[in-house]
């Protein structure tokens, strides 16, 4: 389960995750296209720095994007509310019977929860219970149902509904949950990736400070010609004088 108190993490970039990415994968390659020249600037651009950066890169790479999870979460939603459809058709093809069984009998009918069925039809967790409380009342009532030609595996089919609702949002509610910690995970990759680029891309701004068209590279967005719109200017404009 998420821990709903801790701190969300937040992404150190303000552009999307798909043009981060793009921008890493460029500026690695213009990293180790120029390493020397990093290395003569600080000997910390070494290869462990290098194969770091490209692990970095393969593990951002490797995470599941947001829509995929989102496309997971929703075939799961789809499966709970299949259930609860089929729980309710369930539930009130066995009315037929019940009034058959008990005609007039107001109480046997709450007792299989028809006073309450209507109320129940979008809330998961109160139609879970209702479907357990329904299948033990099949149970007890089994003989006066199947005297009316109420098919015997129907007795059995609502404990098997039960069981599948109960079952399928389980899995919803895991694959929520599973979703928020995927989602802080895959931030915390991406920032350790963009952590990483944004060493790059300042040194790279400097050491080719001289060079418009190397320094672009080392902007996110520079191969595409857009520059950075998240890393500070090398050198701001001069305040107009007082």
């Given at each position: 389960m998420v821990n709903k108190t801790s701190k969300a993490q937040v992404r150190l970039y303000h552009i999307s995750d798909a043009k981060m990415l793009e921008s890493m994968r460029s500026i690695k390659k213009a990293f180790s296209d120029?390493?020397?020249?990093?290395?003569?600037?600080?000997?910390?651009?070494?290869?462990?720095?290098?194969?770091?950066?490209?692990?970095?890169?393969?593990?951002?790479?490797?995470?599941?994007?947001?829509?995929?999870?989102?496309?997971?979460?929703?075939?799961?939603t789809a499966g709970v509310q299949s259930n609860m459809i089929k729980c309710y058709d369930h539930v009130m093809y066995t009315q037929r019977f019940v009034k058959k069984a008990f005609p007039d009998n107001q109480a046997v009918s709450d007792e299989f929860g028809y006073n309450k069925i209507a109320s129940l039809r979008e809330k998961q967790a109160e139609m879970i219970l209702f479907m357990k409380d329904f299948s033990a009342t099949s149970i007890k009532y089994q003989a006066e149902l199947t005297a009316k030609k109420y098919p015997a595996a129907k007795i059995e089919l609502s404990n098997t509904l039960y069981n599948d609702l109960l079952n399928s949002n389980s899995i919803q509610e895991d694959t929520i949950d599973g979703r928020s910690i995927a989602t802080e995970e895959r931030i915390q990759i991406y920032n350790d990736l963009f952590t990483i680029g944004s060493d790059v891309m300042n040194a790279g701004k400097k050491i080719f400070k001289d060079d418009p068209a190397m320094k672009k590279l080392f902007t996110l967005g520079g191969k595409s010609g857009n520059g950075s719109t998240d890393t500070p200017a090398d050198n701001p404009p001069t305040p107009p004088a007082q």
């Amino acid at each position: 389960m998420v821990n709903k108190t801790s701190k969300a993490q937040v992404r150190l970039y303000h552009i999307s995750d798909a043009k981060m990415l793009e921008s890493m994968r460029s500026i690695k390659k213009a990293f180790s296209d120029n390493k020397p020249k990093f290395v003569e600037y600080d000997a910390n651009f070494d290869d462990s720095f290098e194969d770091d950066f490209a692990a970095k890169l393969q593990k951002a790479e490797s995470v599941k994007s947001d829509d995929t999870v989102k496309a997971s979460q929703k075939g799961v939603t789809a499966g709970v509310q299949s259930n609860m459809i089929k729980c309710y058709d369930h539930v009130m093809y066995t009315q037929r019977f019940v009034k058959k069984a008990f005609p007039d009998n107001q109480a046997v009918s709450d007792e299989f929860g028809y006073n309450k069925i209507a109320s129940l039809r979008e809330k998961q967790a109160e139609m879970i219970l209702f479907m357990k409380d329904f299948s033990a009342t099949s149970i007890k009532y089994q003989a006066e149902l199947t005297a009316k030609k109420y098919p015997a595996a129907k007795i059995e089919l609502s404990n098997t509904l039960y069981n599948d609702l109960l079952n399928s949002n389980s899995i919803q509610e895991d694959t929520i949950d599973g979703r928020s910690i995927a989602t802080e995970e895959r931030i915390q990759i991406y920032n350790d990736l963009f952590t990483i680029g944004s060493d790059v891309m300042n040194a790279g701004k400097k050491i080719f400070k001289d060079d418009p068209a190397m320094k672009k590279l080392f902007t996110l967005g520079g191969k595409s010609g857009n520059g950075s719109t998240d890393t500070p200017a090398d050198n701001p404009p001069t305040p107009p004088a007082q």
